[in-house]
């Protein structure tokens, strides 16, 4: 059924709390309905969202907002080592995780606990705890704004890479995500090299997807504050990588600094190691601030606008310059 609201609160799409006003907000629950509301037309401009979890809105939105309520999991091919689930964008990603779980599939545990739907994983590539969402991702199914055409995104045509994807750069704004197919394992393949989470596994009982997602909910909910008590979009910043020449000098100046090699040859660095060095870890300005047990984390503590949240972050980027040379980039998406 297709859902059409007029001067709709975005209170609840949007994990920061901020209260605006879509002109225009509109829900489908099949492919169909969504290719019937492209050939009708939708008032420009078109913002397609899922959870809200990495958006901060400025002002009110003139224009229409798309929201999948596509949320249908299906097994589409399954063997004794592997199995394919093709998901629905609307389906909320901490509750495909669970699902995997409860049906012996492996490989999206490590990213338990992260908020938003599962749409919006292909087009940010999220990733935590040594996995990103594309190294599962197996195709990924769009239909098009300009002429409700279907498309069909393959793994290596969706330019998977860190916090970034096809989606954010040649086809943003050009698609709206109705499918994404994961390929799972059934075999044991855990990754717990991360921090001290093989211990903490091991006291559970021994390693398993459930004893990992245990694991890693605990830790998340320790560290991040929950969006229903703080608003947030959870990391704020991405983890800026350098080259291993730069990486080595600040080493000599900051020998506790965090460091982790890189694929491609690069070092990431700990974006809120970087901004608690600089001081701003439970830093509060008006009615915003860092989270007090993670400084990488910005949170509204009631009332805050975009512009607020958005000037306290340039004064963290800018703090951070001046203090390493290093350019911190947001993960968010500032809208208006």
């Known amino acids: 059924m297709i859902i059409k609201k007029r001067l709709y609160s975005l209170l609840a799409h949007n994990t920061f709390g901020i209260d605006v ?7 489908f629950e099949t492919e169909q309905e969504l290719i019937e509301l492209i050939n009708e037309g939708l008032k420009p401009p078109v913002l397609v969202i899922g959870g809200g979890s990495n958006l901060l809105f400025m002002n009110n939105y003139s224009g229409t907002i798309l929201h999948s309520r596509i949320c249908d999991i299906q097994t589409v091919e399954e063997n ?24 012996g599939m492996q490989g999206l545990e490590n990213l338990s606990a992260i ?42 045509e969706c330019a998977f890479a860190y916090r970034n994807s096809i989606f954010k750069k040649e086809e943003k704004g050009k698609n709206v995500i109705t499918y994404v197919t994961y390929h799972l394992r059934k075999k044991t393949e855990y ?48 983890n800026p990588v350098v080259s291993a020449t730069i990486a080595q000098k600040l080493k000599e100046r900051y020998p506790d600094m965090p460091q982790y090699n890189t694929p491609d040859g690069g070092v990431k660095l700990s974006a809120g190691w970087l901004i608690e060095q600089c001081g701003w870890k439970g830093k509060q300005i008006g009615n915003v601030g860092t989270y007090p047990k993670q400084a990488l984390v910005i949170v509204n503590h009631g009332g805050a606008t975009g512009a607020e949240v958005l000037a306290f972050s340039h004064a963290i980027c800018k703090s951070v310059k001046e203090t390493f040379g290093i350019e911190l980039h947001p993960e968010v998406n500032a809208i208006g």
């Open 21 to 27: 006003e879509a002109e225009l907000f509109v829900e």
């Open 80 to 103: 004794d080592s592997e199995v394919y689930l093709r998901v629905g964008s609307g389906v909320e990603w901490d509750t495909l995780v669970e699902y995997s779980i409860a049906n």
């Open 115 to 156: 908020p938003g739907e599962v749409g919006a994983s292909a087009v940010q590539n999220v990733g935590a705890y040594g996995v990103e969402a594309g190294e599962l991702i197996h195709s990924v199914e769009a239909i098009s704004l300009s002429d409700a055409t279907k498309k069909i995104f393959l793994q290596k």
């Open 191 to 238: 990754r717990v090299a991360y921090g001290n989470m093989l211990p903490k596994v091991e006291a559970l009982g021994g390693l398993s997807a459930k004893n990992i997602r245990t694991v890693i909910c605990e830790t998340r909910a320790e560290k991040l504050p929950s969006p229903s008590s703080l608003g947030s979009a959870g990391s704020f910043f991405m």
